[in-house]
Structures are given as C-alpha cells and as structure tokens.
C-alpha cells in the first residue's frame, strides 16, 4: 500500500466543500495528506474539514470566492503562510445550460469568472511559491464539454476549453521547475449539484431524468466522485511524475464508444 501515498504532502483543493473536490479532500486525506480547503460556502467547508479532522486527518477550512482576485490573493496568502502547497486542485466551478441566443451577457461573464478567471486566480497565486520550493502539481477540472459540442452548454463549453488550454500553457511555462499541472476531463458526475438541477427541472419526473442523464454515458452511468478523487490521486503522485500537459477524460466511454 506504499504506492500512490501523499504523506507529508499540503493539498489545496477548491471547491472542496462538496462533490468532487469534497471527495479528492477525502481521498487525499486517506493517503497521507493535509488538506486546505477553500470554498465559498463556509458551512460546507467547515463540515468537510470537521469530517475529515473528526477521522484522525489534518484539514483547515478557508472561505474564499476565487473568482475575486484581491480575495484570492489574501486567502492564499494566509494559507502559504500556514505551510508550503505541494498540490493545487482547482475544482470550483459552476454550469450553466443554455445556448448563445439566450446566454445574457451577465450569465456569460459570471461563468468565465468563476471556471476561468477563478482557476487562473488560484494557479496564480500558488505558482511562484511551488517554483522557489522545487516543484509542485497542479490539477484543473476541466469537462468532456471543452472538446464536445454538447447542446445547450455553450458558456459552460467555453470556460473548460479554456480550463484545458490554460493547463498545456502552463505544464509548457512551469516544465524546467518541476511543476506538473494535468487536466481532468469528466463526463457527468452524480454530485448534489445533479441532484439538484434534476429536482429543480424535472419535478415528479427525477427517475426518468436521471436514467436519460445516466445513458448519455455508454457505460450506463455516471461516474461517482471518488472515481474522479482516485484519478486525481494517481496524477498528483509520485508515481506520474512523467506525466505533465495532458487532459485526461473520465468519460464511460462518451468519445469512442457512442453508436
């Protein structure tokens, strides 16, 4: 069980409050880790911190929005003068379904300063730390929508293409500094955020909706957050250390086996 072990090693995770970054917290936690996590929502942070203290791990809640740069720029701060980061995840995000002719000009920037200029806010202020300490990694959550015209998700599509492309920018920049920085491309996750958005717009009809949600995959499911927690876990390892500037999909087979 020595393989795939982040002992001594400070994870930031944001978004950690809940779905995938809450189980990349948990999983980290598990194979040796101290967890940082920054979220929005202060209650769901101070759960999964207590969860994860209360089961013998190290973990601190920090309240954060990312999409605002002076906010993230004083948080981080705090957080670097706690301890070295040796693994940034930026998982916090929001979707939105629509298409361009009734995406508002409002709807569009709020979900480019949350998934963009959020994940762009947090690897900013992490990266001068990991280079003068030697080497860092880095994991962006991106979507199969950054490389897959899905319908009715255009500003969503748009922030993770960009989340991709800022992820090869980087792996390029930070290669000389040992800073490795992957993507992670999932298609749908059964998060409370599904949960939610099938109970909101499809009431008295959620088995129905979560079945169709569910076949979109070839494999007949969504994935789960740990699933995407445990892919995480091998990237940030010392067992990929070969592995920078690359998307990985975690789709059920949505790119090669539909038809």
């Known amino acids: 069980m020595s393989a795939f072990r982040l002992d001594n090693k400070v994870a930031v995770v944001t978004g950690g409050g809940s779905g995938i970054g809450q189980a990349i917290a948990v999983c980290f936690v598990e194979r040796g ?18 969860r994860i203290t209360q089961a013998g791990g190290s973990a601190t809640a920090h309240i954060c929005d990312v999409a605002d740069p002076v906010e993230t720029k004083a948080v981080f701060g705090e957080i670097l003068e706690m301890s070295r980061v040796d693994i940034l995840v930026n998982s916090a995000g929001i979707s939105h379904v629509g298409r361009l002719e009734n995406t508002s000009d409002e709807v569009f920037e709020r979900i ?7 994940t762009h806010n947090a690897m900013q202020q992490t990266i001068e730390a990991m280079v003068a300490q030697g080497g860092g990694v880095i994991i962006n959550l991106a979507s199969i929508a950054a490389s897959a015209g899905l319908e009715d998700r255009y500003a969503y599509s748009m922030s993770k293409g960009a989340v991709r492309s800022m992820t090869y920018s980087v792996a390029r920049d930070y290669l000389r ?3 490795r920085c992957n ?4 298609a749908r996750v059964h998060t409370p955020f599904v949960e939610g958005f099938i109970k909101k717009n499809f009431p008295g009809k959620e088995a129905e909706a979560f079945a169709k949600f569910s076949a979109a995959q070839p494999i007949g499911r969504m994935a789960e957050p740990c699933e995407v927690a445990m892919l995480a876990l091998y990237l940030c390892s010392d067992e990929a250390s070969f592995i920078t500037g690359t998307d990985y999909p975690l789709d059920g087979g949505f790119f090669n086996l539909h038809g």
């Not at 880790?33 to 207590?50: C, G, P």
């Not at 993507?183 to 999932?186: E, K, L």
């Open 33 to 50: 880790a101290t967890i940082r996590i920054v979220d929005l929502d202060e209650k769901a942070a101070q759960n999964t911190s207590e």
């Open 112 to 118: 480019f300063r949350v998934n963009v200029q959020g």
């Open 177 to 179: 500094h040992n800073v």
């Open 183 to 186: 993507a992670i491309s999932p």
